[in-house]
C-alpha cells in the first residue's frame, strides 16, 4: 500500500491516524483498500476529503466512505455481479460529536456485517450502527 496522505483538517488526519492503528486488522478483513486525498472546489474555496474504499474477500462488496473536512459524510456499500449489483446501501449526513475512533470501528464493523449476514439483515445492521454517528437534517450555520 502507497503511503498514507497527510491532511491540513485534523478531523480528517484523525481518521488517517485510525487507518494506521488498525491497518493489520483491516489486512485481514478485505482484499485491498485505498486511502486518498481530494481536494474538491466549490464557490471558489477548496474542500479537503478523504475516501476511504474497501474491497471484501467473502462476497466483492465495495465500501466507499468518503468525509469531508466540515464533517460530512457519503458511505456507499455495493456488490456488483454480472447483471448489475445484488446489494446497494447509502447514507449520508453530517458526523456528530463521534470520536474519529469511533467513526472508524463503524467503518470495520461495516465491514464485518457485509460480511456475515442476509441483505435484508445487512440493511437493518447499517442502517442502525449509521445512524448513531450521522445526523440528519439541515446544516447548522458557520
Known sequence: M???PVFKS???ESIVFAVKKRSKAIK???TSYSVERVIEKND????EKIELEFKTQMNRMLLRF???DDR???IDIRQPSKNGWIFEWS???RIGASDPKEIFHSIE???EITNSISEVSKREALDRLWSSILLSGPRPFT
Open 109 to 111: 464493523q461495516s465491514i
Open 44 to 47: 471558489n474555496k477548496n474542500y
Open 28 to 30: 485481514n478483513k478485505v
Open 72 to 74: 460530512i459524510a457519503w
Open 2 to 4: 502507497d503511503p498514507l
Open 10 to 12: 485534523t478531523f480528517l
Open 66 to 68: 468518503y468525509f469531508w
Open 91 to 93: 447514507v449520508e449526513g
